[in-house]
């Protein structure tokens, strides 16, 4: 997992310069910091669609703060994930146990669509 705002662009050098055949994600990570993104905040189509061409395993939208409780913020970044065509998708979110989710050992949560 790569993580922050130029890690895309490392993961393209990886994947296409360097030829890495290990699974990579990316993280935006737009959730961290003092001048965090809410979970409602737009999301980036360019940053989706760079993470499909390369093929990477998972895609992460460049989702804003997901809090522990805020299912409906979680929900809206799935609905919006899904209508810009991600169909399977990770959300880095705060570790606790969502109905309907499924955690991964990264603590990113993905719900089948």
């Not at 890495?20 to 003092?34: E, F, I, M, T």
């Not at 997901?66 to 880095?92: I, K, M, N």
């Amino acid at each position: 997992m790569l993580t922050g705002e130029k890690f895309l662009q490392k993961a393209e050098h990886l994947i296409r310069g360097r030829r890495y055949r290990r699974p990579v994600l990316v993280d935006r990570s737009r959730y961290a910091g003092k001048n965090r993104a809410l979970a409602t905040y737009r999301l980036e189509l360019g940053w989706i669609q760079r993470q499909l061409r390369l093929g990477l395993p998972a895609v992460t939208p460049d989702a804003g703060y997901v809090g522990e409780y805020d299912d409906a913020g979680l929900d809206s970044v799935f609905q919006r994930s899904a209508a810009l065509g991600v169909g399977g998708h990770c959300v880095p979110i705060p570790a606790r146990e969502r109905a309907g989710y499924t955690r991964t050992n990264c603590r990113l949560w993905s719900k089948p669509l």
